[in-house]
C-alpha cells in the first residue's frame, strides 16, 4: 500500500520530495503551497500634488472684520469674483503657470498692548479659523495661517497652529518678522522688529516634518520681508537698520518650499522702483547668494499704494525670479 500510495503522489505531485522513512519505505512529500508575493505599498511621495513650483499662488491678505487690512476681511461672493478676476491676469500673462487662488489670513494678531498673557498679540477664535477653512475647501483656495507673533514664545505659537496643517492639505503658513519680538525688545506697531535665523528655522524645520507623518502634500512657508537683513553690516542686531539680522543662515529643507515674500509698500507708498529694487535685492540677489530659500514671493496694496499707482500685474511678473507667490491687501 505504502509503495502504491508512494507511486499515486508521485504521478500527481511530480515536483514532490521523495523521502525514507525509518522502516526503509519510500515515499513521496507534497510540496509546501506556494505563498502569493505581497504586492508592495507605493512609497508617499509628498512631491505629488504640491503646488510650487508648478503654479503661481496669487492671494487676498487679511485680518477679519478690519477693512483697512485687505480684501479678505470678511468671505462674500464678491470678494470671491474679486479674486478670480485677478489671478486670471496672472495666468493670461503666464499660461504655463496655472494660478492656484488663495487667503492669507492673519490669525496671530498683534497688539500694542500686552493683554492678559504679557504677548501684545492674541488669536483669531477658532470659529473664524473655521469659516475660512471651510469656505477655502468649497471654493478650491489655499489658506495660510499668517502668525505675527508679537511676544509671543515662537514655538509653542507655531504649535497651536500645527494641526490646521496636519489636517488640512491646503493649509500652509506665513510668519511676519515685521511684528516679531522674541526678545522683549519691542512693542509691535511702536518699535521695528530684529529677528534672527535661529527663530525662524525651527519653524521651517516643524512645517517640513508635516508631509511625511502625515500623509500631505509638500508645505509652502511664506517668510514676509518688510526691511533690508543685516548681512554684510557691522551691526545686524540693530532693529533700526535691520529686519533680519543674519538671512544667510536660514536653513533651507527641501522638506518644504520656503518663500521670502516682499511686503513693503516701497520708499513712497506703491513707488514702483523702489518696490522692484527691493525685489531684485532680497529675493534675486539674496537667492544666488544664499541658496537658502525657494521662491519669491510680492504684496501689493489696492488702497495704500493707489496714491501712486498699483503695479500691474504684466510689471510684476517682469521682476527675476517672477514671483511664484503674489499677494494683495489694501
Known sequence: MIVATSVFLA???PSSKATTDQSGETFTMAPKPT????????????NLNAILPTHRIVAFYAIPGAAATGPA?????DMLAHLKAQGAEYERLDPSHPVQLGIDLVVSIPDGFPGPDNTYSHHLDSDTIQQYIDFCKTNNLLLFLDLNFG????MPEVN???????????????????WMFPRHDGIPGTNLSNVRASDLNPIIEAVAAIPMKYHVPRKILVIHQYRPSGDGTATPNDAGKAEIADKRDIIIDPRVDTVIHVDSVGGYPGDHGDKMRQYHEWVHDDLQAYHNFDYGGFKLFYNIESKTSVMTPAEVLSMQPAPLVVTYGN
Open 11 to 13: 504521478y500527481v505531485f
Open 35 to 46: 505563498q502569493p508575493t505581497p504586492t508592495p505599498t507605493p512609497a508617499f511621495d509628498p
Open 73 to 77: 476681511y470678511q468671505l462674500s461672493a
Open 151 to 154: 511676544w509671543s514664545p515662537v
Open 160 to 178: 497651536y497652529f500645527l494641526p490646521y496643517l496636519e489636517k488640512y492639505s491646503f493649509v500652509h503658513m506665513a510668519v511676519d518678522p515685521e
